[in-house]
């Protein structure tokens, strides 16, 4: 199952979309973020419900569909969502991908987050791919607006709370040009493998943290020892 559905994900962003980049990526980035949202409201009705609360998750998984909001905004700056067609087709597989994930978050988490690791990783390679095939002429573009301000002008908080592995210290990378952005995009999907491959552990709903959290802890820590 977990299988067929990367499957038919490649097959729409590798073999249909193989030789438009921008129209390629912003499919990519409309149906790979689905998932985020999937969980968010499966844990939001677990909240509502009284079952299980864990605000850490809620805080990172909003953080990473807001981080790959980003990601689609930098590709519709770059002109990827000009045509119907690409928007219709990205659109709707992006609600049904909503509901199978919703469904496949209730039965097993742990698949799930296994489903968006292997994504994830797709999403990282594409990039690679991409990055090492454009190097020069990316390097001659400029940076669209929306990247500088997520990367590096704007309120950082959002952008360092996906960085879930790097034990509390922050990327804050350069954002020049197009490479630079393309770059950090690259970066962000690896980010995120990382952090679904913590979640598949089995006390990962015990031992998850935001970064955050962790590093306020890490602050405190001194303060506390001295009481
Ligand atoms: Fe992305
Ligand atoms: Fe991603």
Known sequence: MIRLIVSFFVFIVDVVYGNRSYARFYVLETIARVPYFSYLSVLHLYETLGF??????LKVHFAETWNELHHLLIMESLG????????????HVAVAYYWVVVLLYVLSPMYA??????????????????????????????????????????DLYMFEEVQTTTGGTFRHPQVDNLYDVFLNIREDECAHVKTMEVLQEPDARQSFYSPHTVFTAAKALPIDAEL
Do not use: C, S
Not at 52 to 57: G, K, M, Q, S, V
Not at 80 to 91: E, S
Not at 122 to 139: E, F, R, W
């Open 80 to 91: 990827g969502n000009r045509y119907w067609g690409d928007r219709f087709l990205a659109q």
């Open 113 to 154: 987050y296994y489903l968006m690791e292997l994504i994830e990783n797709h999403a990282y390679h594409t990039y690679d791919d991409y990055l090492n095939a454009h190097a020069a002429a990316l390097k001659t573009q400029p940076a669209p607006q929306v990247a500088i301000e997520y990367y590096r002008d704007g």
């Open 52 to 57: 299980w609360r864990r605000a850490d998750l």
